[in-house]
């Protein structure tokens, strides 16, 4: 059983606009919620995270939105750069082991 | 130079060959993870350790073993290869706040 469920598998975005992915999870005693982008050929990189206790974190471009009572968090990508072209990956963890979502390639097209 | 490497990048075998990845960090970290990643299928955790005596099973260990020689080395190791091992296998270090580092993959083909 998938412990995170990302959406959408892909995703196709104008240059300039927004691109938003979703994860959703089940276990509650997750505290720790990553953002990881892949380029090809490359090692994921950590691109932003939240803890539990906040709703919300931005950093530059890249928000994250944080639904505990949902056990929902998405990631918001605004002014969209061709640069920005990737693979995302969610992730929790309880602090022991990290669970990963099936990734959403981003295609920003110019 | 890298924080995480592993070696080979790339590698080919032949089914039921013996086949050992290895990793090496030099971010200090004691956590060291084994992921493998499948189109479609995210990262799955094969192996993890916290230290160098503590090995944990992960999601898909079977067909695997590793061995933590050192903080900085962990090595993963597939005794009989088989064609569904064929996958991309990623090394990782955290640190106590959960941030995880990659290494930059290694391409393993199973014939």
């Known amino acids: 059983q998938q412990q995170v469920k990302q959406s959408p598998q892909s995703l196709i975005v104008q240059k300039g606009g927004i691109s938003i992915i979703n994860c959703a999870y089940e276990n509650t005693a997750f505290d720790y919620f990553p953002w990881y982008q892949q380029f090809p050929g490359k090692g994921p990189a950590l691109l932003i995270a939240?803890?539990?206790?906040?709703s919300e974190k931005k950093e530059g471009r890249f928000t994250i939105s944080f639904n505990k009572s949902a056990k929902q968090f998405s990631l918001h990508i605004m002014d969209s750069q061709p640069g920005d072209s990737a693979t995302y990956f969610c992730a929790a963890s309880d602090f022991n082991k990290f669970y990963f979502g099936s990734g959403t390639k981003l295609n920003v097209k110019p | 130079d890298a924080d995480v490497t592993q070696t080979p990048r790339n590698r080919i075998t032949k089914t039921g060959k013996r086949i050992m990845l290895e990793c090496s960090q030099t971010k200090g970290h004691d956590r060291m993870y084994w992921y493998r990643q499948d189109p479609g299928l995210g990262l799955q955790l094969i192996y993890y350790s916290f230290d160098v005596k503590d090995i944990n099973k992960g999601e898909i260990s079977d067909g695997y073993s590793v061995s933590r020689q050192a903080q900085a080395k962990f090595s993963l190791s597939l005794e009989s290869a088989i064609p569904n091992q064929t996958a991309l296998y990623f090394c990782?270090?955290?640190?106590?706040?959960?941030?995880?580092?990659f290494g930059p993959g290694t391409r393993l083909t199973v014939l």
């Open positions: 939240i803890r539990p206790d906040v």
């Open positions: 990782a270090t955290s640190d106590q706040i959960n941030e995880q580092f």
